[in-house]
Structures are given as structure tokens and as C-alpha cells.
């Protein structure tokens, strides 16, 4: 079973929103800080934001007042809306646990477009 699928992704229009979806495959879920990480093509995977298991945030300077991160505990779910999107968003978005990551966690991640 994966331990993680990311969904939710696709392309839309510079000022446009996304909301991401990163299903967890079991309970473990809901005991670890988690985060979003982003890789653009040529460019090194990023964080882009972590919540905690009782759901204290943090974001990348990058995304701040603009991402939200959030979690559904009960249905072992993490969610990013993205708003004000910008072209330097274009990036595979990836959830795992925050630091440490867990190798084995890496999904194929979801494709996000911004684009005119």
C-alpha cells in the first residue's frame, strides 16, 4: 500500500487557486508533523509548508499569506489550498513527513501548472 498519494493538481491561470490532497495510508498519520515540498524542473525539492499533529503552521517565505496548509486527523488527510497562484509555483508538489523525511514516502507527487 502507498503510503502517500498526492492529487489535486493541475494547470491554471496566473491569480488562480488549487487545493492539494495527500491521502495517508494508515493511522501513523496522525501522530507526525507533515509538510509540502515542491521541485521545479532544474531546481532542488523545497519545503513549501509543515503543520504539526495539532496543526500549528509554518510556510516557505515564498508561498506566506498566500498557501495554507491544513489536516483532517480523522480522515488521515492533508490538504494545501493554494491562492494567488504564480508562474514560479509551477512545480511536482509532494507530501511527506517534515523533517525527518521518510524516503519511502515519496509518491509521484502532483503536477501544478501556472500558466497563461
Known amino acids: 500500500q502507498v503510503p502517500l498519494v498526492e492529487s489535486g493538481g493541475g494547470l491554471v491561470q496566473p491569480g488562480g487557486s488549487l487545493r492539494l490532497s495527500c491521502a495517508a495510508s494508515g493511522i501513523w498519520f496522525r501522530i507526525y508533523a507533515m509538510a509540502w515540498y515542491r521541485q521545479a524542473p532544474g531546481k532542488q525539492r523545497e519545503l513549501v509548508a509543515t503543520?504539526?499533529?495539532?496543526?500549528?503552521?509554518n510556510y516557505a517565505d515564498s508561498v506566506k499569506g498566500r498557501f495554507t496548509i491544513s489536516r483532517d486527523n480523522a480522515k488521515n488527510i492533508m490538504y494545501l489550498q493554494m491562492n494567488s497562484l504564480k508562474p514560479e509555483d509551477t512545480a511536482v508538489y509532494y507530501c511527506?513527513?517534515?523533517?525527518?523525511?521518510?524516503?519511502?514516502?515519496w509518491g509521484q507527487g502532483t503536477q501544478v501548472t501556472v500558466s497563461s
Open positions: 503543520i504539526t499533529r495539532t496543526g500549528s503552521t
Open positions: 511527506n513527513r517534515d523533517s525527518p523525511v521518510v524516503e519511502a514516502y
